[in-house]
C-alpha cells in the first residue's frame, strides 16, 4: 500500500504537477544509511531489523557481492556487500558497519552497510524522481530520491532491482 502510494507521488512528480510541493503530507518511512559519503534509503516495510557485524560463511560460485550467509534465529540468511554491488571499493569493517535484513517477496536477506543513519518520514514535497537521462541515471537501484535538510539528496533504492542477481 505505501509503497504505491510513493510511487504514485513521484509519477505526479515527474509529470509536474505542481499541487505535490504544496502538499506536504507524510507517505510513508524510510532507514537511510551510509555507504562512504553517500546517504540511501531502503523503505521501512523492507526491513526486519539490524545486527551487528557477524561471521559470514562463504559459499562457492556465487557472485562477488554476495558475501555468503548467516544464521539468524535458525534461518539462514543470504549477505550482500552493497559496496561491492555498487561497485565501489571494499572497506575493512569497523563498530560501526553492520547488516540489514530485509524481508522481501518472502526471502530474507542481509545487506552490509557503512553504518545505520536513522529511520525518516517520507514528505510528499521532499520526493523527487531519478533522472531519465541513461547517462545521468546509470544506477538503476535507485527508486527514487528524497531531499533532506542541509540540501543533501537521499537516494532510495528499489529493493527488488537490488536482490535481483539479473540486475548485476
Request: net charge negative; with cysteine; glycine share 6%.
Amino acid at each position: 500500500m505505501t509503497s504505491d502510494v510513493i510511487k504514485e507521488a513521484v509519477a505526479k512528480q515527474q509529470s509536474g504537477d505542481r499541487k505535490l510541493a504544496a502538499d506536504n503530507s507524510i507517505l510513508g518511512k524510510v532507514m537511510t544509511f551510509n555507504i562512504g559519503d553517500q546517504i540511501y534509503g531502503i523503505e521501512i516495510q523492507y526491513v526486519t531489523e539490524i545486527i551487528g557485524m557477524q561471521h559470514i560463511t562463504k559459499v562457492p560460485h556465487v557472485p562477488n557481492y554476495i558475501k555468503g550467509i548467516i544464521n539468524v534465529r535458525s534461518k539462514v540468511v543470504p549477505i550482500v556487500d552493497i559496496r561491492t554491488r555498487f561497485g565501489k571499493p571494499e572497506i575493512a569493517y569497523n563498530n560501526r558497519t553492520c547488516i540489514i535484513t530485509l524481508n522481501f517477496n518472502e526471502t530474507s536477506v542481509g545487506i552490509i552497510v557503512d553504518s545505520v543513519a536513522d529511520v525518516e518520514d517520507i514528505h510528499t514535497g521532499d520526493i523527487s524522481a531519478t533522472p531519465e537521462n541513461k547517462n545521468v541515471n546509470t544506477n538503476d537501484f535507485i527508486q527514487y530520491m528524497i531531499r533532506g535538510e542541509n540540501d543533501t539528496t537521499k537516494l532510495i533504492l528499489d529493493v527488488a532491482k537490488l536482490l535481483d542477481e539479473k540486475e548485476a
